[in-house]
C-alpha cells in the first residue's frame, strides 16, 4: 500500500496515494482495498485526506474503482483535498464528483500546499 498515514503540525492527514500508476487498474483497484481497510474503524467525519494523483490517468476501469471507493469512504472524511491534477484533468475531477454526489474537495498544485491547507 502506498497510502498512509502523515502528522502534520500536529494533525493526523491521510494521503491516498495514486501518483503514477498510468492506466494501471489493477493497481488502483489494490490501492483502493487496501484505503478502505485503512479507514474502516476511522469515526465518520473526522479524517483530513489528501489524495494524490499525479501521474495516473482516468479510464473507465480506474474511475469505476474510485466511484467504488468514495462511496464506502466518505462517510470518514471530513475535509478533502487534491493534489496531482492540472489543465484538462482538472475539468474531468469536477465532472467525477458531480457523478459521484457528495464529493467537496479543494485542488492543489502541490503536496504542501494541500497539508498547509487541510490542517487549518
Known sequence: ???RWVTHE?????IADFSHQGHDGAAIAAE??????ALANEVPHSVVSISYVEGTLANEDIIGHLVDL????NKYIK?????GVSGYRRHL??????????LKFSVFDTLDEALA???K
Open 1 to 3: 500500500m502506498k497510502s
Open 10 to 14: 500536529g494533525v493526523r492527514v491521510f
Open 117 to 119: 491547507w487541510v490542517v
Open 79 to 83: 475535509k478533502r483535498a487534491v493534489v
Open 70 to 73: 468514495v462511496s464506502v469512504t
Open 32 to 37: 483502493c482495498e487496501a484505503i478502505k481497510a
Open 93 to 102: 475531477l469536477y465532472a467525477f464528483s458531480k457523478v459521484v454526489g457528495d
